[in-house]
């Protein structure tokens, strides 16, 4: 009979190498069912090529760690830095990103045997407890690549008239019973919010500050599709009434009658057309859209304070999450997180005393903070473990390409 070692615990620089491979694994798991002209296509400005984020993410690693804290490390190629790099002004210029879509070359499998080395090179760098942060920060860069993948190439599909699927098996979604309509009440008061230590975090939940709430409520359950389908029949999309104005002329606009992938009782999803789950929360909304249903409802966003308060005591780790690769699909599991990143009313600011940080690192999220809007929670397609009640997610008010929904809010 075979006989195993005693399991012992992983010590931190063991823990962070298992946790990098993890993440460096997950991703070319979920690219695996693309061919090369699906990972190269691009479906819109907002939207980047699958190939593309296997790339970014490797380019970050051999970037940040390996170029400039490797004695001796070579880039890989010396001109795919300008392919590759996203935004950072740091690191000097770049190819478009309208036109990340036009990179026919590298082909996947140049761009996978890139990964390959690079995950290889990393190896030395892990016992060194002055670089913890920066590998932390690049697993949770790589883990909201690995989001921003799924919810891209889903776009992408969508573009075809074929309706193709990336995924064959469409999951299977547990029984629920429906939402019961409760609200779970906050007496508001002065409460701290921010990230507080141990633990990562991005600089952008930071530093940790105090607010003065109001008594509140939130939702138990999040918005469905049945609801949703309430509202639209309703004329919800032909009442100026309900939206914000620069929401009503983005409606009269786009044309926009429903949320991104719907159509008549079906819904997109990466497993092709299939008959939409009125139970399950609906996503793929903007934030104009969530607001003027919350008009509609007799209710209203919550702020993210708010949100984050109602948090604070939640598991971060519970409700429908992405475990591994497969179809991600909302389903409805009552839990504070999980199925879709939730719409607050707040504008992505920076907080008290926030400094971002030095170098080029220092532009991950700063630069960001204009005309955008914070959602709280976490998605079926964000990975379990990346958010946490202080995570502070943003878009433009006008995305929806991304797992996005609401969670009602009303004064107590």
């Given at each position: 009979?075979?006989?195993?070692?005693?399991?012992?615990?992983?010590?931190?620089?063991?823990?962070?190498?298992?946790?990098?491979?993890?993440?460096?694994?997950?991703?070319?798991?979920?690219?695996?069912?693309l061919s090369d002209a699906d990972a190269t296509i691009q479906s819109m400005d907002d939207a980047s090529p699958t190939k593309w984020h296997l790339a970014h993410t490797t380019w970050f690693w051999e970037t940040f760690l390996l170029r400039d804290h490797l004695t001796g490390y070579r880039l890989w190629r010396e001109d795919w830095p300008y392919l590759f790099?996203?935004?950072y002004e740091a690191e000097g210029e770049r190819h478009a990103r309208s036109r990340r879509g036009m990179l026919a070359r590298p082909s996947l499998a140049d761009i996978l045997t890139w990964r390959e080395?690079?995950?290889?090179?990393?190896?030395?760098?892990?016992?060194?407890?002055?670089?913890?942060?920066?590998?932390?920060?690049?697993?949770?860069?790589?883990?909201?690549?690995?989001?921003?993948?799924?919810?891209?190439?889903?776009?992408?599909?969508?573009?075809?008239?074929?309706?193709?699927?990336?995924?064959?098996?469409?999951?299977?979604?547990?029984?629920?019973?429906?939402?019961?309509?409760?609200?779970?009440?906050?007496?508001?008061?002065?409460?701290?919010?921010?990230?507080?230590?141990?633990?990562?975090?991005?600089?952008?939940?930071?530093?940790?500050?105090?607010?003065?709430?109001?008594?509140?409520?939130?939702?138990?359950?999040?918005?469905?599709?049945?609801?949703?389908?309430?509202?639209?029949?309703?004329?919800?999309?032909?009442?100026?009434?309900?939206?914000?104005?620069?929401?009503?002329?983005?409606?009269?606009?786009?044309?926009?009658?429903?949320?991104?992938?719907?159509?008549?009782?079906?819904?997109?999803?990466?497993?092709?057309?299939?008959?939409?789950?009125?139970?399950?929360?609906?996503?793929?909304?903007?934030?104009?859209?969530?607001?003027?249903?919350?008009?509609?409802?007799?209710?209203?966003?919550?702020?993210?304070?708010?949100?984050?308060?109602?948090?604070?005591?939640?598991?971060?780790?519970?409700?429908?999450?992405?475990?591994?690769?497969?179809?991600?699909?909302?389903?409805?599991?009552?839990?504070?997180?999980?199925?879709?990143?939730?719409?607050?009313?707040?504008?992505?600011?920076?907080?008290?005393?926030?400094?971002?940080?030095?170098?080029?690192?220092?532009?991950?999220?700063?630069?960001?903070?204009?005309?955008?809007?914070?959602?709280?929670?976490?998605?079926?397609?964000?990975?379990?473990?990346?958010?946490?009640?202080?995570?502070?997610?943003?878009?433009?008010?006008?995305?929806?390409?991304?797992?996005?929904?609401?969670?009602?809010?009303?004064?107590?």
């Open positions: 009979m075979p006989q195993f070692a005693p399991q012992r615990a992983l010590d931190a620089s063991e823990d962070l190498a298992a946790r990098f491979i993890a993440a460096r694994t997950l991703s070319e798991a979920l690219a695996a069912p790099n996203s935004y080395h690079v995950t290889q090179a990393m190896a030395p760098l892990f016992g060194r407890e002055e670089l913890g942060d920066l590998i932390e920060l690049g697993i949770a860069h790589e883990q909201q690549h690995q989001e921003l993948l799924l919810t891209d190439i889903k776009h992408a599909l969508f573009q075809n008239p074929l309706g193709p699927s990336m995924w064959t098996e469409h999951p299977e979604i547990p029984h629920r019973s429906a939402g019961k309509g409760n609200w779970s009440e906050h007496p508001g008061g002065i409460t701290p919010i921010g990230h507080r230590g141990p633990g990562f975090a991005f600089d952008n939940e930071c530093p940790r500050h105090r607010v003065l709430l109001e008594p509140f409520a939130l939702a138990d359950d999040l918005v469905t599709n049945g609801e949703w389908r309430a509202f639209i029949d309703d004329g919800g999309y032909r009442a100026p009434s309900l939206w914000l104005s620069d929401g009503w002329a983005w409606v009269q606009r786009e044309g926009i009658a429903g949320p991104l992938y719907w159509r008549g009782d079906e819904a997109f999803t990466h497993c092709g057309w299939q008959k939409r789950d009125e139970q399950a929360p609906v996503t793929h909304i903007s934030y104009y859209e969530a607001d003027a249903f919350a008009c509609w409802a007799g209710a209203r966003l919550p702020t993210e304070f708010e949100w984050e308060a109602a948090a604070a005591t939640r598991d971060a780790l519970a409700g429908n999450q992405l475990d591994r690769a497969g179809p991600p699909l909302p389903q409805g599991t009552g839990e504070l997180f999980g199925d879709c990143w939730q719409f607050t009313r707040s504008a992505y600011l920076p907080y008290p005393r926030f400094r971002a940080a030095e170098g080029a690192v220092g532009e991950y999220n700063g630069k960001f903070m204009s005309g955008q809007f914070v959602l709280k929670g976490a998605s079926c397609a964000t990975p379990r473990g990346h958010s946490r009640s202080t995570y502070r997610n943003f878009f433009y008010p006008h995305h929806r390409w991304q797992f996005t929904g609401l969670r009602l809010a009303k004064d107590a």
